[in-house]
């Protein structure tokens, strides 16, 4: 009995040092997706299903950053060498991004300003850091790969990123007394870059789209991004039109706030059939099958980015019509959380299951 206790407390040890030497960068996709569908839930006075997605993100949060910490201690090597992969190392992105949510749901879900603050700082810091370390790092690489093996839909997580880091600082800076005009100078220099960076990037990935062979296996879930990160860019842009009463400087920029609110809100619009038709070809000509995989949540955040975004729109454009799009979009991006949910969750038990024995 003792020693098939051991052998599954080594075998659980084992699943831990591997998972934790093979964790994707791009994990805190699992936090950005929980954390917006919870504030679209909040919105649309779901509040249980707030209130359990908001205790079960700060699980995630908190779990995940054990286990990137782990990693960087004991598996430096991997670590590094993610972050200079132009494949992957975007995915880092996801966690200044997941850090902003976290924030932007203690001020929705529990009005606290102070915790939205340090969680403001934080992604600042990791933004900081990330921006200048994954760009300088493939940019001076002497092996790269072509065009179609680096670039993919993951590379729009810098875009959210530097968004939802805007986001977060429109949303505190009255709390910032008076600092609160370089703050917002702040966020909306930080909306700006996010703008040109998309712009950049998605040029790309359009390119490799539609001028290199696709295999269906390649069309991953991480392309959703590619709508998601127009969503985040209309909720950032939503709320700088909000706040623009607050500070001149913003409200002599309405007309150009505004406009660019509806383009990405429109071209956001313009990617979501395109995507479900690809992602269909993706499933039905490549034969294969729905299996869990890290990167499905890659596609809940931009479900449930563009419910909230479109909200916010709403509100502050003044576009009542507009309001059915969320009050079915919510549904889907609540259905597509409990699909890859309930796919992580047989994942775990998998993993456990000898261990259990």
Known sequence: MN??????LNHFIH????GTKNLLPSYFALVM????VSIAAFRFQMWLIAETLFILNWCFYTVLAIFFLLRLIFYRKEFLSDISNHAKGAGFFTVVAGTCIIG???IVLRHDFGIAKVSWVIAIIFWLALVYT?????TIQRQKPTLEEGINGIWLVSVVATQAVSVLGTLIANHFGI???IILFSALCLFLIGTILYFLIITLIFYRLTFFRMQADEFAPPYWINMGALAVSVLANSHLVM???QWQFLEEIIPFLKGTTILFWAMGTWWIPLIVILSAWRHISGQLR??????YWGMVFPLGMYTVATLQMVEALKLPFLTIVPSVFIYIALSAWLLTFVGLLRQIGRALKPFAV
Not at 15 to 18: E, S
Not at 290 to 295: D, E, F, I, N
């Open 3 to 8: 020693f098939v206790k051991k052998e599954s």
């Open 15 to 18: 699943v831990v040092k591997l």
């Open 33 to 36: 997706a929980t954390g917006i």
């Open 104 to 106: 932007s749901q203690f």
């Open 134 to 138: 994954f760009f300088a790092a493939i």
């Open 179 to 181: 600092l609160k005009e």
């Open 243 to 245: 706040v623009a009463p």
């Open 290 to 295: 729905l299996v869990y995989h890290p990167q």
